[in-house]
């Protein structure tokens, strides 16, 4: 029976990277960086050789690049995970520009191991590779030589007990390219960085499409690159925590809205872990809602978090919003980040979740939310809303989500992106003109698995609040906007006749 070989894989230090990888980099594998100019090859590889390099772990690092790397780590310095303790004890910087330039590409391969067998480095990086292809072509038959070099290269690389990078600026889209050049068969990691520039938009991609030996995250995964470096996102919910005993227990219990009699109208309240869309016209007091929900939670001792994308919470426009936020009982997310992706809001939202060990999440608004997104990601906004609400409840977390819905009065819509499907629980809000009077509405639509109140209540705002009032029993039409005085019933005119009333005076007006 044969023994089953474990791989050991390395932590990248670049947040995101190892989940999409499936885990961490294989050690001693031979792995591929590529993609076009300014995508963040060099900084990618250079975050993880910071991360990984120690005094019994040196990394060797050869550029290949037409000025010395002198240049180079001075804008790397620029990153928060530079050490400039590590350079030239546990980092080693070579310079093979003059060994590539006269196309000698023997001569490269000849430094190249020279300079492994000296200081037997555990992590070995080449940037950039296609500096090598170019010099080489200033040979007579190039091709040949070239070939053979990169097979060369690559089995040594293969072969060594380190884990080898080759940095180079392919294009995926050359077919041809990839089929000629026998590096992308030889390497165990193929890490594939795009940048797409869509109206005045540019988004950064990564591409894991390949790497032996373990199962990674397929498709394209958004990343930013910051002062710490890159950060990846991966896909919303693509990896959720284990919920613990007590955590699945609580889910069959009810959280307060923090609204008088709204409560009573959802059944005794909103059951933990659900989601909850309060959609509503401009004005009609969604972000009031929500910011008494997570009140609500303050006093019960619970954490929440907000995810802002229209104005900033302050005094003056919500001051119970702008001190919860202050006292630290409620972690605002408001990304101000250009060209967002579903991805990274998750993300942020997480960390806020687990920081604080918050059990209710608003987004106001995802009207706002749609808008922040860049170009490229609003067409796939209903399905990336699915996994954004997914990834959100499955942490554990209760959600309610604001959204901003004209008043048509001609039909009954819950959401202007028809996923009201997606949430557990729907409160509705209104305006309706009662005695040439704009006056408010509000109804509990849907809550999932629970009975729930039909009724169609009037509220009011002020400066405490919403406070929910009565049916406008004696009106009709009241969704379309402008209602009318129900028609006295038959008995109620018998019982007018019997009096000796005359029914004609207490005929019934149009408001």
């Known amino acids: 029976m044969?023994?089953?070989?474990?791989?050991?894989?390395?932590?990248?230090?670049?947040?995101?990277?190892?989940?999409?990888?499936?885990?961490?980099?294989?050690?001693?594998?031979?792995?591929?960086?590529?993609?076009?100019?300014?995508?963040?090859?060099?900084?990618?590889?250079?975050?993880?050789?910071?991360?990984?390099?120690?005094?019994?772990?040196?990394?060797?690092y050869f550029t290949v690049l037409g000025e010395p790397p002198l240049k180079m780590l001075r804008y790397q310095q620029q990153f928060d995970f530079f050490d400039s303790a590590l350079v030239n004890r546990s980092i080693h910087f070579i310079n093979l520009s003059d060994d590539a330039s006269d196309g000698n590409l023997d001569q490269v391969l000849q430094r190249i191991v020279a300079e492994v067998e000296a200081h037997h480095p555990a992590l070995v990086f080449v940037d950039s590779f296609r500096s090598v292809v170019h010099a080489s072509r200033g040979l007579g038959d190039p091709h040949n030589n070239l070939q053979q070099f990169v097979q060369q290269l690559g089995m040594l690389m293969t072969s060594?007990?380190?884990?080898?990078?080759?940095?180079?600026?392919?294009?995926?889209?050359?077919?041809?390219?990839?089929?000629?050049?026998?590096?992308?068969?030889?390497?165990?990691?193929?890490?594939?960085?795009?940048?797409?520039?869509?109206?005045?938009s540019m988004v950064r991609k990564m591409e894991i499409m390949k790497m032996r030996g373990q199962p990674t995250l397929p498709g394209l995964h958004t990343f930013r690159i910051g002062s710490a470096g890159l950060e990846v996102f991966a896909p919303a919910g693509a990896a959720l925590p284990e919920r613990d005993a007590s955590n699945a227990k609580s889910l069959g219990a009810r959280l307060l809205m923090g609204v008088p009699f709204l409560d009573e109208m959802m059944g005794g309240g909103l059951p933990r872990g659900y989601s909850v869309l309060v959609a509503g016209p401009s004005g009609?007091?969604?972000?009031?809602?929500?910011?008494?929900?997570?009140?609500?939670?303050?006093?019960?001792?619970?954490?929440?978090?907000?995810?802002?994308?229209?104005?900033?919470?302050?005094?003056?426009?919500?001051?119970?919003?702008?001190?919860?936020?202050?006292s630290g009982q409620v972690g605002l997310v408001d990304s101000r980040a250009p060209d967002l992706s579903i991805d990274e809001i998750v993300q942020l939202l997480l960390n806020e979740i687990r920081r604080l060990e918050a059990s209710r999440v608003v987004i106001d608004s995802l009207s706002a939310f749609e808008l922040a997104l860049a170009p490229t990601f609003r067409e796939d906004f209903r399905e990336s809303l699915m996994r954004l609400v997914n990834a959100l409840v499955g942490e554990g977390v209760t959600v309610l989500m604001t959204s901003e819905l004209e008043d048509r009065y001609i039909d009954l819509r819950f959401s202007p992106y028809g996923t009201a499907f997606l949430t557990d629980a729907i409160i509705l809000q209104r305006y309706i003109e009662v005695g040439s009077?704009?006056?408010r509405v509000l109804a509990v639509v849907k809550v999932r698995a629970s009975a729930h109140s039909d009724e169609l209540r009037e509220f009011s705002i002020d400066d405490e609040g919403i406070?929910?009032?009565?049916?406008?029993?004696?009106?009709?039409?009241?969704?379309?906007?402008?209602?009318?005085?129900?028609?006295?019933?038959?008995?109620?005119?018998?019982?007018?006749?019997?009096?000796?009333?005359?029914?004609?005076?207490?005929?019934?007006?149009?408001?």
């Open 2 to 60: 044969t023994t089953k070989v474990t791989i050991n894989r390395l932590a990248t230090g670049v947040p995101g990277l190892d989940e999409v990888l499936g885990g961490g980099l294989p050690e001693f594998s031979f792995n591929l960086i590529a993609g076009p100019p300014g995508c963040g090859k060099t900084t990618l590889a250079h975050q993880m050789m910071f991360a990984l390099a120690t005094p019994k772990r040196p990394a060797l």
């Open 160 to 200: 060594w007990q380190a884990t080898t990078f080759l940095v180079g600026e392919y294009f995926i889209e050359r077919d041809t390219e990839a089929e000629a050049n026998p590096v992308l068969t030889v390497a165990d990691g193929l890490i594939w960085l795009r940048q797409s520039v869509e109206r005045n």
């Open 284 to 326: 009609s007091g969604k972000s009031i809602l929500a910011s008494a929900f997570l009140a609500e939670g303050a006093r019960c001792n619970e954490t929440g978090v907000i995810a802002v994308f229209e104005q900033r919470p302050s005094r003056l426009r919500n001051g119970l919003l702008a001190a919860l936020i202050e």
């Open 437 to 439: 009077r704009i006056r």
């Open 467 to 511: 406070h929910i009032g009565e049916m406008l029993s004696d009106q009709e039409g009241l969704l379309g906007g402008r209602p009318t005085r129900k028609q006295a019933s038959s008995r109620s005119r018998t019982a007018i006749v019997a009096d000796g009333g005359d029914e004609s005076s207490h005929h019934e007006q149009d408001l």
